[in-house]
């Protein structure tokens, strides 16, 4: 049987074991799906286009150069009509081919690739190349039906030569890997057009082409774009680690030598893994095949321990590289089912599950006993991917009731008026102003197709290959020309073993002879996560014993531990202001084994410094409930290490708000009669939070606000702090007082302005709207900042820093992410920030105004202008609500 075939009739293979979901109960959800899209691409054409992406806290168009930079993650924009491009074959996935043909003729009309703007290479190949080549092969689909697109003659494909042609000269380097950014107007020309000057690259970023370059030679009949991208799959694949067959995450694109040398299957390496799979099934080459199944077997060798996915070193993998995994790896049991190794998939897709569950969503990062690492979650579709794969693969309707779930959780999280908004915080529930493209090209596609029925889809889905990010490319590319110019690179005859090939394709009756057995898989793990599993012991090579050093037993005037530390790589850094850092330079250290000691020994003094230091406290939520909003305005806001822990509370503490006088809070409270039973607003400055909160108490107030009077200050820019006390003992302060950055409390005082009466819920993380208060899941997240460990080829791991009263007292400090660290502080004086600097805030200014101020940086849309924009939505949702929805 061909091999291409095979695979394909695995995804055909449809066993329905236990108890269906009802074909009305699937249209029901189907056409939820198509509600959503609707909502979240309607809003985008309403009131972000031509713009990349929609801002939908906002209801405004993200433009590149016209909002604050978000780093590397504004690579992806190039002011291309970037969501439109990647939503073309999503349209006619869902029947809407009438939209799909205006959202075809605003593209031709409207869009322009020749922009003098640096892109990201990988991006713009799978979102734009992918979208336009996605978009014609719908096109070519319809037109040759005969009834739609008669007009067309394939202006999208000679659009995605035009951009293919402006990417291939980021391949001119000495390796055949392309440089990771170029200008889309001048190319690689130097520090002139802000590009050429990189000298590292991710292994996905190089090894993600071959789909989109190949499928564009094969549409026009130029070898040359699939001809390095073949270049570059063949130099990654000279360059991995021949002993472990494993490739690292980041590569030299000149040297090829390993940046960094940490391999797994998720965040910088997933889909060139992905690609080689799904190059075979594409092109038929059996080359890719051959390749991948070598990668495969030391993957579930070295870095899957069911149902787990840790990222190993590629010299020693052994040697696990991190105790967290990252959400982008819930792909990977969707490529399994692709392999046929169906039964590892269902374990890892069931903890992802179990952790979607516990949180709503997948966090950006998780660590081994399933608690938050990372908060965020931008609407990653990888999860509702892997359960398409797997329903199609098992025919088991359990996966049918994790994509309700999925769907669930993003109309009561996620949606707001105008689109669907990612969280900012998993945590609290708090939204982040973006609605990527990868949502809609993605999310969508495959929540439909999970609920479709045959006769539901315009076309045989089975004739194309999904790329990363899910657009259809026809298998029918396998046979076009291709006369490619480069020889794929065989290096050995030991490759080319038929012993390194898997042929064969399983049988799915053999695989679920019985109809427990997926659920038997499930079982164990769901437990586990229930329980929280203890993170695995990390590992020691054969007779090494026990680090040399604990944490617990460290004197940092003990000589003798000093000297281990020293051949540890470790060093004792004292500050100027009494406080000591530790510092590891890996590459110090004595030995390779001392230098992994090292980094055992300062995760045992981050455990065990989180442990003396006062609890930490996760950010808290600020929800406005009062009408307009409904629930679906959250604002992130800081913790009190005093008052009422509302983690503790099931309800919360709801009230309306009202502007202290005066506005410091610093003396009695003059307006006494308009605080009592209300939560009152205070500005920062000039006194201790514990003062302010006892002065509106005393007045009467049930909670308290306090907005920063930094003017422009935000939580996208600026760490979130804890409020710390007075000093003195604050038990006798019984409410709660929150913290909001001057962008967010001028959000709250703009409403209060309009509407005089605005009711909100101060909560550990935000509330369904209209639903009862659930449960408080089991499972405590992690109220710490990220913490990372680099690879021992790293030149340096930094700690954290605390005051120390005595010197013994030493706490490593950790990497910390911008969007999530921690600081503490009260006011007027500054207590050390939870980074690797502390660094006293500026004196502030005792004339400062106590009125309450606008931010003229926020949106210049009004409130009343927000909310006419808004109103239909709202409409809507009430509908929903009665649809039961």
Same mark, same amino acid.
């Given at each position: 049987?061909?091999?291409?075939?095979?695979?394909?009739?695995?995804?055909?293979?449809?066993?329905?074991?236990?108890?269906?979901?009802?074909?009305?109960?699937?249209?029901?959800?189907?056409?939820?799906?198509?509600?959503?899209?609707?909502?979240?691409?309607?809003?985008?054409?309403?009131?972000?286009?031509?713009?990349?992406?929609?801002?939908?806290?906002?209801?405004?168009?993200?433009?590149?150069?016209?909002?604050?930079?978000?780093?590397?993650?504004?690579?992806?924009?190039?002011?291309?009509?970037?969501?439109?491009?990647?939503?073309?074959?999503?349209?006619?996935?869902?029947?809407?081919?009438? =939209? %799909?043909? +205006?959202?075809? #003729?605003?593209?031709?009309?409207? /869009?322009?690739? &020749?922009?003098?703007?640096?892109?990201?290479? *990988?991006?713009?190949?799978?979102?734009?190349?992918?979208?336009?080549?996605?978009?014609?092969?719908?096109?070519?689909?319809?037109?040759?039906?005969?009834?739609?697109?008669?007009?067309?003659?394939?202006?999208?494909?000679?659009?995605?030569?035009?951009?293919?042609?402006?990417?291939?000269?980021?391949?001119?380097?000495?390796?055949?890997?392309?440089?990771?950014?170029?200008?889309?107007?001048?190319?690689?020309?130097?520090?002139?057009?802000?590009?050429?000057?990189?000298?590292?690259?991710?292994?996905?970023?190089?090894?993600?082409?071959?789909? =989109? %370059?190949? +499928?564009?030679? #094969?549409?026009?009949?130029?070898? /040359?774009?699939? &001809?390095?991208?073949?270049?570059?799959?063949? *130099?990654?694949?000279?360059?991995?680690?021949?002993?472990?067959?494993?490739?690292?995450?980041?590569?030299?694109?000149?040297?090829?030598?390993?940046?960094?040398?940490?391999?797994?299957?998720?965040?910088?390496?997933?889909?060139?893994?992905?690609?080689?799979?799904?190059?075979?099934?594409?092109?038929?080459?059996?080359?890719?095949?051959?390749?991948?199944?070598?990668?495969?077997?030391?993957?579930?060798?070295?870095?899957?321990?069911?149902?787990?996915?840790?990222?190993?070193?590629?010299?020693?993998?052994?040697?696990?590289?991190?105790?967290?995994?990252?959400?982008?790896?819930?792909?990977?049991?969707?490529?399994? /089912?692709?392999?046929?190794?169906?039964?590892?998939?269902?374990?890892?897709?069931?903890?992802?599950?179990?952790?979607?569950?516990?949180?709503?969503?997948?966090?950006?990062?998780?660590?081994?006993?399933?608690?938050?690492?990372?908060?965020?979650?931008?609407?990653?579709?990888?999860?509702?991917?892997?359960?398409?794969?797997?329903?199609?693969?098992?025919?088991?309707?359990?996966?049918?009731?994790?994509?309700?779930?999925?769907?669930?959780?993003?109309?009561?999280?996620?949606?707001?008026?105008?689109?669907?908004?990612?969280?900012?915080?998993?945590?609290?529930?708090?939204?982040?102003?973006?609605?990527?493209?990868?949502?809609?090209?993605?999310?969508?596609?495959?929540?439909?197709?999970?609920?479709?029925?045959?006769?539901?889809?315009?076309?045989?889905?089975?004739?194309?290959?999904?790329?990363?990010?899910?657009?259809?490319?026809?298998?029918?590319?396998?046979?076009?020309?291709?006369?490619?110019?480069?020889?794929?690179?065989?290096?050995?005859?030991?490759?080319?073993?038929?012993?390194?090939?898997?042929?064969?394709?399983?049988?799915?009756?053999?695989?679920?002879?019985?109809?427990?057995?997926?659920?038997?898989?499930?079982?164990?793990?769901?437990?586990?996560?229930?329980?929280?599993?203890?993170?695995?012991?990390?590992?020691?090579?054969?007779?090494?014993?026990?680090?040399?050093?604990?944490?617990?037993?460290?004197?940092?005037?003990?000589?003798?531990?000093?000297?281990?530390?020293?051949?540890?790589?470790?060093?004792?850094?004292?500050?100027?202001?009494?406080?000591?850092?530790?510092?590891?330079?890996?590459?110090?250290?004595?030995?390779?084994?001392?230098?992994?000691?090292?980094?055992?020994?300062?995760?045992?003094?981050?455990?065990?410094?989180?442990?003396?230091?006062?609890?930490?406290?996760?950010?808290?939520?600020?929800?406005?409930?009062?009408?307009?909003?409904?629930?679906?305005?959250?604002?992130?806001?800081?913790?009190?290490?005093?008052?009422?822990?509302?983690?503790?509370?099931?309800?919360?503490?709801?009230?309306?708000?009202?502007?202290?006088?005066?506005?410091?809070?610093?003396?009695?409270?003059?307006?006494?009669?308009?605080?009592?039973?209300?939560?009152?607003?205070?500005?920062?400055?000039?006194?201790?939070?514990?003062?302010?909160?006892?002065?509106?108490?005393?007045?009467?107030?049930?909670?308290?606000?306090?907005?920063?009077?930094?003017?422009?200050?935000?939580?996208?820019?600026?760490?979130?702090?804890?409020?710390?006390?007075?000093?003195?003992?604050?038990?006798?302060?019984?409410?709660?007082?929150?913290?909001?950055?001057?962008?967010?409390?001028?959000?709250?005082?703009?409403?209060?302005?309009?509407?005089?009466?605005?009711?909100?819920?101060?909560?550990?993380?935000?509330?369904?709207?209209?639903?009862?208060?659930?449960?408080?899941?089991?499972?405590?997240?992690?109220?710490?900042?990220?913490?990372?460990?680099?690879?021992?080829?790293?030149?340096?791991?930094?700690?954290?820093?605390?005051?120390?009263?005595?010197?013994?007292?030493?706490?490593?400090?950790?990497?910390?992410?911008?969007?999530?660290?921690?600081?503490?502080?009260?006011?007027?004086?500054?207590?050390?920030?939870?980074?690797?600097?502390?660094?006293?805030?500026?004196?502030?200014?005792?004339?400062?105004?106590?009125?309450?101020?606008?931010?003229?940086?926020?949106?210049?849309?009004?409130?009343?202008?927000?909310?006419?924009?808004?109103?239909?939505?709202?409409?809507?949702?009430?509908?929903?609500?009665?649809?039961?929805?």
């Amino acid at each position: 049987m061909p091999p291409v075939l095979c695979l394909l009739m695995l995804l055909g293979a449809l066993c329905r074991f236990g108890e269906a979901m009802s074909r009305e109960e699937k249209q029901k959800l189907r056409n939820q799906v198509v509600e959503m899209f609707d909502h979240a691409y309607q809003n985008y054409m309403d009131h972000a286009y031509p713009a990349d992406e929609l801002m939908p806290l906002t209801c405004r168009g993200r433009v590149r150069g016209l909002e604050p930079s978000r780093g590397d993650v504004d690579d992806a924009l190039g002011k291309f009509s970037l969501t439109l491009i990647d939503t073309l074959d999503t349209l006619v996935l869902l029947n809407k081919t009438t =939209e %799909f043909e +205006a959202a075809v #003729r605003s593209v031709l009309s409207d /869009v322009r690739l &020749d922009n003098d703007i640096v892109v990201s290479v *990988f991006e713009t190949n799978i979102r734009v190349l992918g979208g336009l080549l996605g978009g014609h092969s719908m096109a070519v689909m319809l037109k040759e039906g005969g009834q739609n697109m008669q007009w067309y003659q394939d202006e999208l494909l000679h659009m995605a030569k035009d951009l293919g042609l402006r990417l291939l000269p980021a391949f001119n380097t000495s390796s055949g890997l392309p440089y990771p950014r170029i200008n889309l107007k001048h190319g690689v020309r130097g520090p002139e057009t802000r590009t050429g000057t990189e000298t590292d690259t991710c292994t996905a970023c190089a090894g993600t082409m071959i789909l =989109e %370059f190949a +499928a564009l030679s #094969r549409f026009t009949g130029d070898p /040359v774009f699939e &001809d390095h991208a073949r270049r570059a799959l063949d *130099f990654l694949w000279e360059k991995r680690q021949r002993n472990s067959n494993l490739v690292g995450t980041t590569i030299n694109i000149h040297s090829g030598e390993w940046v960094r040398r940490d391999s797994g299957v998720g965040a910088g390496i997933d889909s060139y893994y992905e690609y080689l799979l799904k190059a075979y099934i594409l092109l038929g080459d059996d080359l890719f095949l051959q390749r991948f199944n070598i990668h495969y077997a030391s993957i579930m060798k070295y870095i899957s321990q069911p149902p787990l996915l840790l990222d190993v070193h590629i010299h020693k993998p052994l040697l696990p590289a991190r105790t967290w995994m990252d959400s982008l790896l819930a792909f990977f049991p969707g490529l399994q /089912v692709l392999k046929g190794d169906i039964r590892p998939a269902i374990e890892t897709h069931e903890m992802l599950y179990q952790v979607t569950k516990k949180h709503n969503f997948l966090p950006e990062a998780f660590t081994t006993d399933f608690r938050v690492h990372w908060a965020q979650h931008p609407l990653r579709p990888e999860f509702a991917e892997s359960t398409y794969f797997l329903y199609k693969a098992t025919g088991d309707p359990y996966y049918l009731e994790a994509g309700r779930t999925i769907l669930d959780n993003l109309n009561r999280f996620a949606r707001v008026p105008c689109g669907f908004a990612a969280m900012k915080d998993v945590r609290t529930g708090s939204h982040e102003d973006r609605m990527d493209s990868f949502f809609l090209a993605e999310m969508f596609k495959y929540l439909f197709l999970l609920f479709a029925e045959a006769e539901d889809i315009p076309f045989d889905v089975e004739d194309y290959v999904f790329t990363t990010e899910a657009h259809l490319l026809p298998l029918s590319l396998s046979t076009a020309p291709n006369s490619s110019s480069i020889p794929s690179n065989r290096t050995s005859d030991e490759e080319l073993d038929d012993s390194n090939f898997d042929w064969t394709c399983p049988n799915t009756q053999l695989l679920f002879p019985d109809p427990a057995f997926p659920r038997s898989l499930r079982e164990p793990i769901r437990s586990a996560v229930d329980k929280s599993c203890p993170r695995p012991a990390p590992y020691r090579e054969p007779g090494m014993g026990r680090p040399p050093l604990r944490a617990q037993d460290f004197m940092a005037n003990n000589p003798e531990h000093l000297e281990l530390l020293r051949r540890m790589g470790v060093s004792l850094v004292h500050l100027k202001d009494g406080r000591v850092q530790l510092v590891q330079h890996a590459t110090q250290a004595v030995s390779a084994v001392a230098a992994e000691d090292g980094v055992r020994f300062m995760q045992e003094m981050m455990e065990l410094s989180s442990q003396q230091q006062k609890e930490q406290l996760p950010p808290r939520a600020i929800q406005i409930v009062s009408h307009p909003f409904f629930g679906r305005v959250v604002l992130t806001a800081g913790p009190a290490q005093f008052g009422t822990d509302l983690s503790k509370s099931s309800t919360g503490v709801r009230g309306f708000v009202t502007v202290a006088e005066p506005y410091s809070g610093c003396t009695e409270i003059t307006n006494g009669e308009y605080v009592q039973g209300h939560i009152a607003l205070l500005q920062r400055g000039q006194c201790m939070f514990a003062e302010k909160a006892r002065n509106i108490q005393k007045a009467g107030a049930i909670g308290g606000i306090v907005i920063d009077d930094n003017e422009g200050s935000s939580s996208d820019t600026a760490p979130l702090f804890q409020m710390a006390g007075d000093g003195r003992s604050t038990d006798d302060v019984t409410l709660p007082l929150l913290f909001l950055f001057h962008k967010e409390g001028n959000i709250l005082l703009e409403a209060l302005k309009e509407y005089r009466e605005v009711e909100v819920l101060l909560s550990d993380k935000a509330r369904d709207r209209g639903m009862d208060v659930q449960e408080e899941e089991n499972c405590q997240t992690e109220a710490t900042t990220p913490t990372s460990f680099k690879p021992v080829s790293q030149s340096q791991m930094s700690t954290d820093e605390l005051d120390k009263s005595v010197p013994e007292e030493v706490t490593p400090a950790k990497e910390v992410s911008p969007a999530e660290e921690l600081r503490i502080e009260e006011e007027d004086r500054a207590v050390p920030p939870l980074a690797d600097t502390a660094l006293p805030e500026e004196e502030r200014d005792s004339e400062k105004t106590e009125e309450p101020r606008g931010d003229k940086d926020l949106s210049s849309q009004s409130v009343d202008q927000l909310l006419a924009d808004w109103q239909e939505d709202l409409e809507a949702f009430k509908q929903m609500e009665k649809d039961d929805l």
